[in-house]
């Protein structure tokens, strides 16, 4: 088991690396789109991106970041570019309660983040066979399912 356990530490780590490497190498790609999102801000948006409004609260534990933090990632939404990329109001239902849009200059800037990314590793997977494509896709699908798992099994525990 120990050997397992070394050999998935191996791959963690290589998975890692790729995911720094996808990140710095995209960097340059985002300033190119003119937005330069933190990975907290892009995730802020992206939760904001499919949802009417969310409250500053369920949007905060979406992204996985504190009280404070989550402050700082609003208003640097907020105030960073020429027009915002959300918008905070005030909940009608429950005037205690903040609610967080997305704006359409905010979709256009989580769409430039997630294109940058997504070219990048479209580049690296161009040097892969189509048998090699597949192997890969395959588990990336196993390896989705055990996140999938994970999330249901922290789910229930909260419950």
Known sequence: MKDRDQAMQALALQMFELTRRTWFESQREKFKGGY???????????????????????????????????????????????????????????????????TPKGRRAVDAYRRAKIKTSMEALESLSDRDLANLSSILAKIGKAYEHADARAGAGRK
């Open 36 to 102: 330069d999102l933190s990975e907290s801000e892009f995730l802020a948006l992206d939760a904001l991106e499919d949802a009417e409004a969310m409250s500053v609260g369920d949007l905060r534990k979406y992204v996985g970041v504190l009280p404070a933090q989550m402050s700082r990632i609003l208003k640097a939404l907020e105030q960073r570019y020429d027009e915002k990329l959300v918008i905070c109001s005030i909940n009608p239902d429950d005037k205690r309660k903040i609610d967080v849009s997305i």
